[in-house]
T-cell receptor, first 117, second 109 residues
């Protein structure tokens, strides 16, 4: 069964450094998402992406964050200048379609654990 | 603002028991997800439903849109069902989900 893959599984970085988290969504999917989960807390929506642009973003997704689909397969989340509070598990997800009947489920990657020191 | 409340927060069961996890939310929604988060952190989508009931193997999910409530049932629970079960509702577009805090289920052999 096709799956969403994320790399790396764990990234350690120093405060102030830029990080890029990578995701390869399922190949025929058109909608892409990033979520984060701070340790011990609930999962939070960051951003959704469709047709090469952001379709929705949360308050968390400030100017320090950006997303890109640089080629036909990768979907990346960049954090420009990491802060200690960016330490979290970051999940990528994709779906085939989006519509009022919500017939297309989300497929999640296994996550990238980001540790900012 | 939509809030998602799950109960119980923690649940310990003996193998074979029937499990129910509940989810309530505060505003109208179009659909709701039940997700399973494994101890290693990975998330798997179990169900997405907007009305009625769905069944997959030993898992059953129900939703009552009018009462703003959903339940996840596990029949004949097994230790491999041990995980965190998360309810999430559509906040905006499909991917803009509002997540509950999760219910940590531990099934003892």
């Amino acid at each position: 069964e096709p799956e969403v893959t994320q790399t790396p599984s764990h990234q350690v970085t120093q405060m102030g450094q830029e990080v890029i988290l990578r995701c390869v969504p399922i190949s025929n999917h058109l909608y892409f998402y990033w979520y984060r989960q701070i340790l011990g807390q609930k999962v939070e929506f960051l951003v959704s992406f469709y047709n090469n642009e952001i379709s929705e973003k949360s308050e968390i997704f400030d100017d320090q964050f950006s997303v890109e689909r640089p080629d036909g397969s990768n979907f990346t989340l960049k954090i420009r200048s990491t802060k200690l509070e960016d330490s979290a598990m970051y999940f990528c997800a994709s779906s085939e379609a989006q519509g009022p009947l919500m017939s297309s489920p989300l497929h999640f990657g296994n996550g990238t654990r980001l540790t900012v020191t | 603002k939509n809030e998602v409340e799950q109960s119980p927060q923690n649940l310990t069961a003996q193998e074979g028991e029937f499990i129910t996890i509940n989810c309530s939310y505060s505003v109208g929604i179009s659909a709701l997800h039940w997700l399973q988060q494994h101890p290693g952190g990975g998330i798997v989508s179990l169900f997405m439903l907007s009305s009625g009931k769905k069944k997959h193997g030993r898992l059953i999910a129900t939703i009552n849109i009018q009462e703003k409530h959903s339940s996840l049932h596990i029949t004949a629970s097994h230790p491999r069902d041990s995980a965190v079960y998360i309810c999430a509702v559509i906040g905006g577009s499909q991917g803009n989900l509002i997540f509950g805090k999760g219910t940590k289920l531990s099934v003892k052999p």
